[in-house]
């Protein structure tokens, strides 16, 4: 049933088609590697492992999974206001998010064909899973009367390159900790139905086995090149990626805390759960994660978050164009130097945690 409600004044390509949100550094962004590398990339050192997670993949536990039933067949006037804004805009980043990856993975799968062949079924079958995610997502957009063109998207959006490693180290987090996100929620909301505002919430539990396997593929790619995790870079640019996935999400989710608070949850208390438990998990293959228990860590994301709100301030102020630039340098300059602060901050070493519980 299409809602009625009084719709949040967001943009329009048509009337129902929403103008995807603008990019900016914290948005959710679509990627495009070195295929030609990947192709050659040789996996027998680990390739049982890589096999048996293929039959995982192919054995598609949530094919009769992403069913919209007759719970969505009702108004969602209820959720109105700001409430029905950052729902909306929740769905549109879980949706592009979701969508980056089955791009990414279908082109993957396809320029694989023929020269890798256990690597190209994996990544179309995990390009089959993303594209049911980025699916049930825009059509639970459509219950508030509006939805993504994602063939819009695809042709709109800037692609950023990296180098194979350097996705492998982004997706693999990017999964992990879609897991955690999901799995959290979902038990927050089991034990708290009253929060439940809205019927996606039931899915998660089903739907973060998908991102935990799709993580798994990834760890077992890493453990198949052991340069990409067994030296001082593999270090530093682990730190880098550990930093650059917590810090988006924490700033993202605080600057979004009305979500949060709708389901019943207090976004920096659900993100550090998340942080801890992703970071807990990524010791698994990486050789080194972040203490997120120095004081540290929290302090300079805080204090990023109220440079942000400065940043928003001047944003939609009515000063010219090249004076608001300006006054964004020394605001911008302070979130340089605070993840500088937090990349020099000391990180765990994996060997000081064996014999730990994971």
């Not at 598609?60 to 950052?86: A, L, M, P």
């Not at 001082?232 to 996935?245: D, E, G, I, M, N």
């Amino acid at each position: 049933m299409v809602s009625t409600a009084e719709k949040p004044a967001f943009a329009e390509i048509r009337p129902g088609v929403k103008v995807p949100s603008k990019e900016t550094i914290l948005t959710p962004r679509f990627y495009t590697t070195d295929f030609e590398a990947v192709a050659k990339m040789d996996i027998s050192v680990n390739e049982d492992e890589l096999r048996a997670i293929l039959e995982e993949f192919r054995a598609d536990y949530n094919k009769t999974h992403f069913v919209r039933d007759e719970e969505f067949d009702q108004s969602w006037d209820s959720i109105t206001g700001d409430k029905r804004r950052v729902f909306v805009e929740f769905l549109e980043r879980s949706c592009t998010a979701e969508f980056s990856g089955f791009l990414l993975y279908k082109e993957l799968g396809r320029r694989l064909k023929g020269k890798n062949p256990v690597l190209a079924e994996c990544f179309n079958l995990m390009s089959r899973d993303e594209a049911r995610h980025a699916g049930f997502l825009n059509k639970a957009m459509s219950d508030f009367n509006l939805s993504l063109d994602l063939g819009f998207l695809t042709k709109s959006r800037k692609y950023t390159f990296f180098q194979p490693k350097f996705i492998f180290y982004a997706t693999y987090l990017s999964e992990k900790i879609g897991y955690w996100r999901y799995i959290t929620i979902y038990r927050h909301l089991e034990q708290h139905p009253e929060d439940r505002i809205y019927p996606i919430f039931r899915f998660f539990e089903n739907w973060c086995q998908d991102e935990n396997r799709h993580g798994d593929f990834f760890d077992a790619i890493m453990r198949a090149q052991p340069d990409i995790l067994n030296d001082w870079k593999a270090k530093l640019w682990c730190r880098f990626f550990l930093l650059s996935v917590f810090a988006t999400m924490y700033l993202n989710d605080v600057q979004r805390s009305d979500f949060y608070a709708a389901i019943g949850l207090d976004a920096r208390e659900y993100d550090k759960y998340v942080i801890d438990k992703t970071n807990d998990t990524a010791g698994r293959v990486f050789p080194i994660v972040i203490d997120v228990e120095n004081p540290t860590f929290y302090e300079s994301l805080e204090t990023c978050i109220k440079t942000n709100e400065k940043l928003t301030e001047i944003a939609n102020s009515n000063t010219f164009a090249p004076i608001k630039f300006l006054q964004k340098v020394p605001h911008y300059l302070s979130n340089g130097v605070q993840f500088l602060k937090l990349f020099l901050m000391k990180p765990i070493e994996v060997t000081q945690l064996e014999g730990t519980v994971r």
